[in-house]
Protein backbone atom coordinates (compact mmCIF):
# COMPACT_ATOMS: atom_id res chain seq x y z
CA UNK A 1 0.00 0.00 0.00
CA UNK A 2 1.23 3.25 -1.13
CA UNK A 3 1.42 6.31 1.08
CA UNK A 4 -1.67 8.67 0.95
CA UNK A 5 -1.36 11.94 -0.20
CA UNK A 6 -4.44 12.95 1.69
CA UNK A 7 -5.84 12.68 4.58
CA UNK A 8 -9.42 12.53 4.33
CA UNK A 9 -11.16 12.41 0.87
CA UNK A 10 -14.75 12.96 0.83
CA UNK A 11 -17.65 12.59 -0.81
CA UNK A 12 -21.28 14.78 0.07
CA UNK A 13 -23.85 17.03 -0.84
CA UNK A 14 -22.08 20.32 -2.79
CA UNK A 15 -25.05 22.70 -0.70
CA UNK A 16 -24.73 26.58 -0.05
CA UNK A 17 -26.37 27.07 3.34
CA UNK A 18 -29.19 29.77 3.80
CA UNK A 19 -29.03 30.64 7.66
CA UNK A 20 -31.91 33.06 9.22
CA UNK A 21 -32.95 33.57 13.07
CA UNK A 22 -36.90 32.35 13.25
CA UNK A 23 -38.91 31.53 16.80
CA UNK A 24 -40.70 27.94 17.49
CA UNK A 25 -43.85 29.87 16.28
CA UNK A 26 -42.77 30.14 12.60
CA UNK A 27 -41.17 26.46 12.88
CA UNK A 28 -44.21 25.04 13.92
CA UNK A 29 -46.70 27.40 10.91
CA UNK A 30 -44.42 26.02 8.87
CA UNK A 31 -45.15 22.30 9.86
CA UNK A 32 -41.30 21.93 10.44
CA UNK A 33 -40.05 18.98 12.86
CA UNK A 34 -37.57 21.49 14.69
CA UNK A 35 -34.02 20.58 14.86
CA UNK A 36 -34.23 17.94 12.09
CA UNK A 37 -33.64 18.03 8.25
CA UNK A 38 -36.34 17.56 5.47
CA UNK A 39 -36.04 17.48 2.16
CA UNK A 40 -37.94 20.16 -0.80
CA UNK A 41 -38.35 18.25 -4.15
CA UNK A 42 -38.86 21.11 -6.37
CA UNK A 43 -37.35 24.27 -6.92
CA UNK A 44 -40.75 26.06 -6.65
CA UNK A 45 -41.24 25.21 -3.14
CA UNK A 46 -37.67 26.05 -1.59
CA UNK A 47 -38.56 29.85 -3.33
CA UNK A 48 -41.66 29.93 -1.89
CA UNK A 49 -39.72 28.98 1.64
CA UNK A 50 -36.86 31.11 0.86
CA UNK A 51 -39.46 34.03 0.65
CA UNK A 52 -40.93 33.89 4.43
CA UNK A 53 -37.29 33.79 5.39
CA UNK A 54 -35.97 36.91 7.62
CA UNK A 55 -32.39 38.42 6.75
CA UNK A 56 -30.29 35.04 5.71
CA UNK A 57 -26.68 34.61 5.79
CA UNK A 58 -25.33 32.45 2.80
CA UNK A 59 -22.68 30.43 3.52
CA UNK A 60 -20.93 27.29 1.56
CA UNK A 61 -22.15 23.81 3.73
CA UNK A 62 -22.71 20.43 2.86
CA UNK A 63 -22.43 17.70 5.78
CA UNK A 64 -19.00 16.44 4.64
CA UNK A 65 -18.10 19.05 3.01
CA UNK A 66 -17.73 20.99 6.67
CA UNK A 67 -15.94 18.14 7.67
CA UNK A 68 -13.15 18.63 5.04
CA UNK A 69 -13.10 21.84 5.78
CA UNK A 70 -12.71 21.69 9.33
CA UNK A 71 -9.91 19.55 8.84
CA UNK A 72 -8.54 21.66 6.47
CA UNK A 73 -8.53 24.94 9.48
CA UNK A 74 -6.98 21.94 11.70
CA UNK A 75 -3.75 21.53 9.03
CA UNK A 76 -5.00 18.59 7.14
CA UNK A 77 -5.07 17.93 3.45
CA UNK A 78 -7.79 16.92 2.21
CA UNK A 79 -10.34 16.39 -0.96
CA UNK A 80 -13.71 16.71 -1.73
CA UNK A 81 -16.23 15.02 -4.43
CA UNK A 82 -18.97 16.86 -5.18
CA UNK A 83 -21.93 17.84 -7.66
CA UNK A 84 -22.15 21.63 -8.36
CA UNK A 85 -24.26 23.08 -11.41
CA UNK A 86 -23.35 25.62 -13.56
CA UNK A 87 -24.78 28.59 -12.12
CA UNK A 88 -23.84 31.60 -9.19
CA UNK A 89 -23.89 29.33 -6.05
CA UNK A 90 -21.88 26.95 -7.83
CA UNK A 91 -19.39 29.09 -7.93
CA UNK A 92 -19.66 30.19 -4.65
CA UNK A 93 -19.62 26.59 -3.63
CA UNK A 94 -16.30 26.10 -5.78
CA UNK A 95 -14.37 29.08 -4.52
CA UNK A 96 -15.24 28.63 -1.11
CA UNK A 97 -13.46 25.35 -0.55
CA UNK A 98 -10.75 26.03 -3.00
CA UNK A 99 -9.65 28.75 -0.96
CA UNK A 100 -9.25 26.60 2.20
CA UNK A 101 -6.61 24.16 -0.01
CA UNK A 102 -9.17 21.71 -0.39
CA UNK A 103 -8.47 19.53 -3.59
CA UNK A 104 -11.99 20.10 -5.72
CA UNK A 105 -12.05 19.05 -9.08
CA UNK A 106 -15.71 17.53 -9.78
CA UNK A 107 -16.97 19.72 -12.91
CA UNK A 108 -19.90 22.29 -13.07
CA UNK A 109 -23.56 20.21 -14.39
CA UNK A 110 -24.87 22.36 -17.02
CA UNK A 111 -28.94 23.46 -17.28
CA UNK A 112 -31.52 22.15 -14.27
CA UNK A 113 -31.25 22.21 -11.67
CA UNK A 114 -29.43 24.66 -9.66
CA UNK A 115 -26.86 23.92 -6.63
CA UNK A 116 -28.36 22.33 -3.77
CA UNK A 117 -29.19 25.15 -1.54
CA UNK A 118 -30.17 24.45 2.38
CA UNK A 119 -32.68 26.64 3.86
CA UNK A 120 -31.86 27.06 7.50
CA UNK A 121 -33.67 28.59 10.59
CA UNK A 122 -31.81 29.06 13.55
CA UNK A 123 -34.35 29.30 17.26
CA UNK A 124 -33.17 31.37 19.95
CA UNK A 125 -31.81 28.47 21.86
CA UNK A 126 -29.39 27.44 18.78
CA UNK A 127 -31.19 24.60 17.68
CA UNK A 128 -31.21 24.59 13.32
CA UNK A 129 -34.26 22.92 11.62
CA UNK A 130 -33.07 22.48 7.72
CA UNK A 131 -35.06 22.82 4.78
CA UNK A 132 -32.67 21.00 1.97
CA UNK A 133 -32.98 21.36 -1.80
CA UNK A 134 -30.77 18.58 -3.30
CA UNK A 135 -30.81 20.17 -6.56
CA UNK A 136 -27.79 19.41 -8.62
CA UNK A 137 -26.02 17.17 -5.84
CA UNK A 138 -28.31 14.50 -6.60
CA UNK A 139 -27.12 13.83 -9.42
CA UNK A 140 -23.18 13.65 -8.94
CA UNK A 141 -22.76 10.50 -11.51
CA UNK A 142 -20.45 7.24 -11.01
CA UNK A 143 -17.88 8.86 -13.57
CA UNK A 144 -17.71 12.01 -12.01
CA UNK A 145 -15.25 9.97 -9.52
CA UNK A 146 -11.85 10.59 -9.33
CA UNK A 147 -10.49 7.65 -8.60
CA UNK A 148 -6.98 8.70 -8.05
CA UNK A 149 -7.69 11.26 -5.85
CA UNK A 150 -9.85 8.43 -4.05
CA UNK A 151 -7.02 5.91 -3.62
CA UNK A 152 -4.67 8.68 -2.39
CA UNK A 153 -7.25 9.15 0.51
CA UNK A 154 -5.77 7.61 3.97
CA UNK A 155 -9.74 7.94 4.81
CA UNK A 156 -12.98 8.51 2.38
CA UNK A 157 -15.31 9.71 4.14
CA UNK A 158 -19.07 9.48 3.16
CA UNK A 159 -22.83 11.34 4.58
CA UNK A 160 -25.73 9.15 4.84
CA UNK A 161 -27.49 12.47 3.02
CA UNK A 162 -26.29 11.86 0.20
CA UNK A 163 -27.20 8.37 0.08
CA UNK A 164 -30.92 9.29 -0.69
CA UNK A 165 -30.80 9.85 -4.67
CA UNK A 166 -30.06 6.74 -6.92
CA UNK A 167 -27.37 8.29 -8.22
CA UNK A 168 -24.93 9.25 -6.47
CA UNK A 169 -25.50 6.26 -3.90
CA UNK A 170 -24.37 4.41 -6.78
CA UNK A 171 -21.06 6.34 -7.14
CA UNK A 172 -20.32 6.29 -3.31
CA UNK A 173 -20.47 2.20 -3.30
CA UNK A 174 -17.61 2.51 -6.18
CA UNK A 175 -15.77 4.64 -4.00
CA UNK A 176 -16.04 2.39 -1.32
CA UNK A 177 -14.61 -0.26 -3.95
CA UNK A 178 -11.63 1.65 -5.09
CA UNK A 179 -10.37 2.98 -1.42
CA UNK A 180 -10.88 -1.06 -0.18
CA UNK A 181 -9.37 -2.14 -2.96
CA UNK A 182 -6.49 0.70 -2.28
CA UNK A 183 -6.28 -0.12 1.41
CA UNK A 184 -7.90 3.17 2.67
CA UNK A 185 -10.54 3.41 5.88
CA UNK A 186 -14.06 4.22 5.04
CA UNK A 187 -16.05 6.47 7.17
CA UNK A 188 -19.37 7.45 7.29
CA UNK A 189 -21.65 9.04 9.02
CA UNK A 190 -25.23 8.33 9.24
CA UNK A 191 -26.53 12.15 9.25
CA UNK A 192 -30.14 12.26 10.44
CA UNK A 193 -32.72 9.95 11.62
CA UNK A 194 -34.64 10.61 8.26
CA UNK A 195 -31.68 9.01 6.31
CA UNK A 196 -32.19 5.49 8.08
CA UNK A 197 -35.94 5.87 8.02
CA UNK A 198 -35.51 5.46 4.46
CA UNK A 199 -31.95 3.75 3.86
CA UNK A 200 -31.51 1.94 7.46
CA UNK A 201 -31.78 -1.84 5.71
CA UNK A 202 -28.25 -0.52 3.31
CA UNK A 203 -26.39 1.34 5.99
CA UNK A 204 -27.29 -2.13 8.38
CA UNK A 205 -25.62 -4.37 5.37
CA UNK A 206 -22.58 -2.02 4.38
CA UNK A 207 -21.68 -2.35 8.43
CA UNK A 208 -22.57 -6.05 8.12
CA UNK A 209 -20.52 -6.58 5.25
CA UNK A 210 -17.54 -5.20 6.96
CA UNK A 211 -17.26 -1.87 4.41
CA UNK A 212 -17.05 0.70 7.22
CA UNK A 213 -14.19 0.91 9.45
CA UNK A 214 -15.65 4.09 11.58
CA UNK A 215 -19.01 4.89 11.84
CA UNK A 216 -20.27 8.32 13.29
CA UNK A 217 -23.71 8.52 14.37
CA UNK A 218 -25.71 11.15 17.11
CA UNK A 219 -27.78 9.19 19.92
CA UNK A 220 -30.75 9.27 17.81
CA UNK A 221 -29.69 7.87 14.82
CA UNK A 222 -27.67 5.31 16.72
CA UNK A 223 -30.54 3.83 18.70
CA UNK A 224 -32.73 4.14 15.32
CA UNK A 225 -29.78 2.50 13.62
CA UNK A 226 -30.29 -0.61 16.07
CA UNK A 227 -33.52 -0.55 16.63
CA UNK A 228 -33.39 0.03 20.07
CA UNK A 229 -34.51 3.09 22.53
CA UNK A 230 -31.61 1.88 24.85
CA UNK A 231 -28.52 4.41 23.92
CA UNK A 232 -26.00 1.64 25.73
CA UNK A 233 -27.93 -1.38 24.18
CA UNK A 234 -27.44 0.35 20.60
CA UNK A 235 -23.68 0.67 21.30
CA UNK A 236 -23.46 -2.59 22.59
CA UNK A 237 -25.09 -3.92 19.15
CA UNK A 238 -23.44 -1.68 16.56
CA UNK A 239 -19.91 -1.38 18.11
CA UNK A 240 -19.03 -5.35 17.36
CA UNK A 241 -19.38 -4.92 13.80
CA UNK A 242 -17.33 -1.35 12.90
CA UNK A 243 -13.64 -1.12 13.85
CA UNK A 244 -14.36 2.38 15.30
CA UNK A 245 -17.45 3.47 16.56
CA UNK A 246 -18.62 7.43 17.20
CA UNK A 247 -21.80 8.41 18.88
CA UNK A 248 -22.25 12.22 19.91
CA UNK A 249 -24.33 12.76 22.55
CA UNK A 250 -24.89 16.73 22.55
CA UNK A 251 -24.28 18.38 26.18
CA UNK A 252 -23.63 14.60 27.23
CA UNK A 253 -20.61 14.63 25.40
CA UNK A 254 -19.52 11.85 23.29
CA UNK A 255 -18.16 8.36 23.58
CA UNK A 256 -15.76 5.92 20.97
CA UNK A 257 -15.22 2.60 21.36
CA UNK A 258 -12.60 0.68 18.89
CA UNK A 259 -11.64 -2.58 19.38
CA UNK A 260 -13.07 -3.08 22.73
CA UNK A 261 -11.52 -0.35 24.15
CA UNK A 262 -14.41 2.14 25.63
CA UNK A 263 -13.50 5.86 25.86
CA UNK A 264 -15.80 9.05 26.66
CA UNK A 265 -15.31 12.86 26.77
CA UNK A 266 -17.63 16.16 28.15
CA UNK A 267 -19.05 18.03 26.07
CA UNK A 268 -16.34 21.74 25.84
CA UNK A 269 -18.12 23.98 28.34
CA UNK A 270 -18.97 27.48 25.93
CA UNK A 271 -20.67 30.52 27.05
CA UNK A 272 -23.70 30.48 24.96
CA UNK A 273 -25.03 28.00 22.30
CA UNK A 274 -25.59 30.13 19.23
CA UNK A 275 -26.24 27.58 16.40
CA UNK A 276 -25.75 24.16 16.35
CA UNK A 277 -25.35 23.86 12.37
CA UNK A 278 -22.27 21.30 11.32
CA UNK A 279 -21.77 20.45 15.22
CA UNK A 280 -21.56 16.75 14.46
CA UNK A 281 -20.10 17.72 11.09
CA UNK A 282 -16.65 19.49 12.93
CA UNK A 283 -16.72 16.96 15.93
CA UNK A 284 -16.28 14.55 12.73
CA UNK A 285 -13.54 16.90 11.53
CA UNK A 286 -11.63 16.78 14.73
CA UNK A 287 -11.76 12.79 15.41
CA UNK A 288 -10.48 12.25 11.63
CA UNK A 289 -7.60 14.54 11.92
CA UNK A 290 -6.90 13.26 15.18
CA UNK A 291 -6.77 9.90 13.49
CA UNK A 292 -5.08 10.84 10.45
CA UNK A 293 -1.96 12.24 12.52
CA UNK A 294 -1.66 9.01 14.82
CA UNK A 295 -3.64 10.29 17.85
CA UNK A 296 -4.92 7.42 20.23
CA UNK A 297 -8.90 7.24 20.52
CA UNK A 298 -9.06 9.63 23.90
CA UNK A 299 -7.29 12.16 22.29
CA UNK A 300 -9.03 12.25 18.50
CA UNK A 301 -12.31 12.32 21.11
CA UNK A 302 -11.18 15.09 22.80
CA UNK A 303 -10.40 17.31 19.34
CA UNK A 304 -13.77 16.35 18.38
CA UNK A 305 -15.37 17.85 20.93
CA UNK A 306 -13.08 21.37 20.45
CA UNK A 307 -13.88 21.37 17.21
CA UNK A 308 -17.50 21.12 17.74
CA UNK A 309 -17.75 23.38 20.65
CA UNK A 310 -16.13 25.58 18.48
CA UNK A 311 -18.19 25.63 15.77
CA UNK A 312 -21.95 25.96 18.23
CA UNK A 313 -20.68 28.95 19.60
CA UNK A 314 -20.89 31.12 16.57
CA UNK A 315 -23.79 31.20 13.34
CA UNK A 316 -22.26 28.97 10.56
CA UNK A 317 -20.93 25.84 10.07
CA UNK A 318 -16.84 26.60 9.13
CA UNK A 319 -14.76 27.53 11.53
CA UNK A 320 -14.61 31.22 12.39
CA UNK A 321 -11.19 31.03 14.79
CA UNK A 322 -7.66 29.65 14.04
CA UNK A 323 -8.45 26.19 14.52
CA UNK A 324 -4.88 25.47 15.21
CA UNK A 325 -4.29 27.86 17.63
CA UNK A 326 -7.01 27.36 20.00
CA UNK A 327 -6.32 23.23 19.68
CA UNK A 328 -2.96 24.48 21.06
CA UNK A 329 -4.48 26.31 24.11
CA UNK A 330 -7.19 23.00 24.87
CA UNK A 331 -5.20 19.87 23.98
CA UNK A 332 -1.41 20.62 24.29
Known amino acids: MTTARYDVVAIGNAIVDVLAQADDAFIAQEGMTKGSMQLMFSPEDADALYAKMGPGQEVSGGSAANTVAGIAAL ?3 CGFIGQVADDELGE ?3 HDIRSLGIRFDTAARSGDPSTARCLIFVTPDGQRTMNTF ?9 AALDRELIADGAILYLEGYLWDPEEPRAAMRAAIEVARKAGRKVAFTLSDVFCISRHGDDFRRLIAD ?5 LFANENELTALARIDDFDAA ?7 VTTLVATRSEKGAIAVSHGETVSVPAEPIER ?3 TTGAGDLFAAGFLHGQAQGMNLAKSLKLGAICAGEIISHVGARPQCDMKALITERLG
Request: charged share 15%; aromatic share 6%.
Open 134 to 142: LGASQFLPE
Open 75 to 77: GGK
Open 92 to 94: IFA
Open 235 to 241: VAGIAPQ
Open 273 to 275: VVD
Open 210 to 214: GLIDI
